[in-house]
């Protein structure tokens, strides 16, 4: 045959062994070290070399050739390559140029191989004579395959898949592909011969950009070079088109480099879309206008059926699609191609942005995904439709969405925010992220006017979220009447609201529990203030509203701990923290409550330095406009703080401040009266008891004091020695909470007038009680506050007494300045208390001590308790001993 001849079978012969070596197939690319020689994937392709095959997958313009031709520039190894065309899909054309191949390394046997592949062979004859000329190499040898992508036919492909059998200890594989070749890859991965190089790794990183860029004669500050790196996802391309426009004459800046300059336009219309079908490339066009991806959206928006199948063989053959790690059935494109098909949409057909946003909005709001739809709502200028996905929107301004959706409202123009009753509603969220809370009043009145006229089915949805606005300046007010009221009427119209109809209902009513249980603490009902809180916390964290999970959380601890327990109080602040830490949430109004918790445990643990630095957390997250109760809150817990700093002219003004008529509408009787006992504490430590009584006379008269109401009058008649009024007070039933802060305090002062009437047994019963309630919540300010006269002696005997909470009460003694041991007599003896006085006279008698018991009215167990503490004071085991002890030192 001569040249150009087909043989019978209508194949191209193979040419010449001495033509085929002379073939530009078989030459490297020449590519210099100085710009994209990058040492970690040189060392990438040396690890392949310890497995039969290594494949290096990318799209265009990453590097790929460029990265392997530089390896194979600097290896001892003998490198054999061949860049393959379509005419190698004939196995003849095939073997004779892989033969050509390795004979420009000089790798083969002498002589001819057995079957030689130039002799005229069928299809498997040419497979089997190239495999045995694979097994007679007489030496190592990598041979790379350069475009392998190129390589379709299913007979050649079956073939090769049978030569990639380990082990062949001489040959090295080294594929270059644009897309996934069809090889049996799955068997190479199980066996541990196959080495990957993907996009991810052909990436090139800001210290390797900004290498490249110097070769070209570009120098950019390392921010931008980190832009850029960004922006063009490390595509080798990409940058050097990028190189060349930064250094253009018009001197471009890395900011304005986008895949609609002109250079990588034309670049990537060449490489990725000429090559792309008209149903392709429709695709392309069209799903450009998402982020992200998945074959459902897709479809939504491209009409057809076919979205999931596309995206696969787009990121098959690596045309610049990527799948998202975090949501494997999703994809995006590559920035710059994205820039490119969204500019050649525009050009191409403007007409149908507005519909195929719409598209996605709609397929975005039926999946719940409220803020993509609204992104795409806006893209379509849709306004009403925006208005309209709103309302199921509103709970998201307190999630951790907020950010996301004031970002899309604030691209509806201003113009159109009061068009609809749900636009005017946009603009009220836009005024609640920005703490313009009387601007809401007005725009709530507004959107109720606009829905005049329309259907109760119409009404509904808008009502409900103009009940939720309504009810967040409520709480900013301080009416806390009015929030209580309205979350009734929202849960009852909400439980008549089917989840079909108003997406968000859940949302909605989590909000609304949490209002209801707010209102009700501040309004003295803290039974029923737990219970919403608690469904209010389980409702918002099933949801997903995280602010409103929080400050349910925040007011649960401050409920325990103004009425309840200190130790609850602080697993539910710290689980309210924790979130607000790892949702960025730490300086939101919603974690405020949560910070004034810790605050009050803090200083309830004789801590007052650490509760003020909580504090002041509480203040910067406020600053700008706080809800009522904050405000009032947080000026009573600084006078408090100040107070146990001893700091009692500012803590005046503090209380000063909280009193000023900063919101007239607040009504919150339980802060207030709150605030009035911390008042209360003020006088007491000046020393005016007499203003604590007149204070609270009304209150004792009615018999409507709450447990600390009573703490502070009896500290009032002690300080006047007025021991009957302070044990008739005493003596008076608590409330239905625990008040675990009040019962400790309660029990000190009992310990404190018990000793003043001389009743020492009873005293130290009441101080024990008092650290048995306090040990295990930690609380100390009680004992603090208290401290002087006979309350460090009680606490140092009852630790020598039962030996229980050694560490809490030696870190009480501390506190109270009372380091020291309890009274000792002149002799040495530690003293008596009176009760142990009068049983110790009844020693020396022939009574039992269940006759003791019935002399001096108590339980035989107490005797026995005080005659325990008879010995070891007088330091013997025995009753005998203990008498002539006791008649030694005069006690008897």
Not at 305 to 310: F, L
Not at 323 to 342: A, E, G, K, N, T
Not at 480 to 508: C, F, G, I, K, N
Not at 775 to 798: C, D, K, N, S, Y
Request: aromatic content about 4%; some cysteine.
């Amino acid at each position: 045959m001569q040249n150009g001849e087909t043989d019978r079978r209508g194949r191209v012969p193979p040419a010449r062994a001495d033509a085929v070596l002379a073939s530009p197939k078989l030459s490297r690319p020449r590519i210099g070290r100085s710009r994209l020689y990058r040492p970690r994937l040189t060392e990438l392709l040396d690890t392949g070399m310890r497995r039969l095959v290594t494949l290096v997958s990318a799209g265009p313009g990453w590097g790929k050739t460029t990265m392997v031709s530089a390896w194979a520039a600097t290896r001892r190894l003998p490198v054999a390559w061949l860049t393959l065309d379509p005419y190698d899909n004939d196995p003849q054309v095939f073997s004779g140029h892989v033969l050509a191949a390795l004979r420009s390394t000089a790798v083969t046997a002498a002589g001819p191989p057995p079957g030689d592949v130039d002799a005229p062979l069928d299809d498997i004859g040419q497979i089997r004579a190239l495999s045995r000329v694979l097994s007679r190499l007489n030496g190592p040898v990598a041979l790379v395959l350069d475009d392998f992508d190129v390589i379709q036919d299913r007979r050649l492909i079956r073939d090769l898949s049978g030569l990639l059998r380990p082990p062949r200890e001489d040959l090295r594989l080294v594929l270059i592909s644009r897309s996934e070749p069809a090889l049996p890859l799955h068997r190479l991965r199980a066996a541990g011969e196959l080495s990957e190089i993907r996009t991810g790794d052909l990436a090139f990183t800001a210290a390797e950009a900004a290498e490249l860029l110097a070769g070209q004669g570009v120098s950019l500050p390392a921010d931008e070079t980190e832009l850029l790196v960004r922006r063009t996802e490390g595509w080798a391309v990409g940058l050097q088109l990028a190189a060349a426009f930064v250094a253009g004459p018009d001197g471009g800046s890395v900011a304005d480099f986008t895949g609609d300059v002109r250079p990588v336009d034309d670049y990537l219309s060449e490489e990725v879309l000429a090559r792309q079908t008209p149903q392709f490339q429709t695709f392309l066009l069209y799903t450009s206008i998402c982020e992200h991806l998945s074959g459902e959206l897709a479809d939504a928006i491209t009409r057809t059926d076919t979205g999931q199948r596309t995206l696969e063989e787009l990121e098959q053959v690596n045309q610049f699609v990527v799948r998202l790690d975090s949501r494997p059935s999703w994809f995006r494109y590559h920035h710059l191609i994205r820039d490119v098909l969204q500019h050649h949409l525009m050009v191409q057909a403007p007409e149908m942005l507005p519909q195929l946003h719409r598209r996605a909005a709609d397929w975005y709001a039926r999946h719940g995904l409220v803020i993509d739809a609204l992104g795409h709502a806006v893209a379509a200028q849709d306004w009403a439709y925006v208005g309209r996905l709103v309302v199921d929107a509103a709970p998201m301004i307190l999630s951790r969405d907020r950010g996301r959706l004031v970002k899309v409202l604030e691209q509806v123009p201003a113009a159109e925010l009061g068009s609809t009753a749900e636009l005017v509603l946009c603009g009220a969220m836009l005024l609640f992220n920005a703490a313009d809370y009387a601007g809401i009043r007005e725009r709530l009145g507004e959107a109720q006017e606009l829905l005049a006229g329309r259907s109760v089915a119409e009404r509904r949805a808008v009502e409900v979220s103009i009940r939720a606005l309504r009810g967040a300046v409520s709480r900013v007010d301080g009416d806390m009447p009015v929030v209580v009221d309205d979350a009734v009427t929202q849960l009852t119209a909400l439980s008549q609201e089917p989840v079909a109809r108003l997406p968000a209902t859940l949302q909605y009513r989590a909000v609304a529990l949490n209002n209801r249980g707010v209102g009700l603490l501040w309004t003295g009902r803290p039974e029923s203030a737990e219970r919403y809180l608690s469904m209010a916390t389980s409702a918002a964290y099933t949801v997903g509203v995280d602010l409103v999970e929080i400050n349910a959380l925040g007011h649960l601890a401050l409920l325990e701990v103004m009425f309840g327990s200190v130790r609850e109080a602080e697993s539910y602040f710290r689980a309210a923290q924790d979130k607000a830490e790892r949702g960025g949430w730490t300086n939101s109004l919603q974690v405020v409550a949560a910070h004034h918790a810790a605050a009050l445990v803090e200083l309830e643990r004789g801590r007052p330095g650490r509760a003020e630095r909580v504090l002041q957390q509480g203040l910067r997250a406020h600053r700008s406009d706080p809800e009522a109760a904050q405000w009032k809150m947080s000026m009573g817990i600084a006078a408090r703080v100040a107070m146990d700093q001893d700091r009692l002219p500012s803590a005046r003004a503090f209380l000063q401040e909280a009193h000023r008529p900063r919101y007239p509408r607040a009504r919150m009787p339980v802060i207030e009266r709150w605030l009035l006992a911390a008042e209360s504490e003020a006088d007491l430590r000046s020393g005016r008891p007499d203003l604590v009584r007149q204070r609270y006379a009304t209150r004792a008269r009615r018999g409507t004091l709450s447990l600390p109401e009573r703490n502070l009058l009896v500290r009032a008649a002690l300080t006047d020695r007025d021991l009957n009024g302070a044990q008739a007070l005493l003596a008076e039933r608590g409330s239905l909470m625990s008040e675990t802060v009040a019962t400790v305090e309660a029990r000190v002062l009992g310990a404190l007038v018990s000793e003043a009437a001389g009743h020492g047994l009873q005293a130290g019963e009441m101080v024990a009680k008092a650290i048995m309630i306090a040990a295990p919540e930690g609380i100390r300010r009680p004992f603090v506050t208290l401290a002087g006269g006979r309350l460090g002696p009680l606490i140092a005997r009852q630790r020598l007494m039962t030996g229980e909470h050694t560490a809490f009460t030696a870190d009480l003694l501390r506190l109270v300045g009372a380091t020291g041991p309890p009274d000792v007599t002149p002799g040495g003896i530690m003293a008596l208390s009176d009760r142990e006085t009068e049983v110790l006279g009844y020693l020396p008698t022939m009574l039992t001590a269940a006759e003791i018991g019935e002399q001096l009215g108590v339980s035989v167990n107490t005797i026995k308790a005080h005659m325990r503490a008879i010995y070891r004071k007088l330091g013997t085991p025995r009753r005998g001993q203990a008498v002539a002890r006791a008649r030694e030192h005069g006690l008897i």
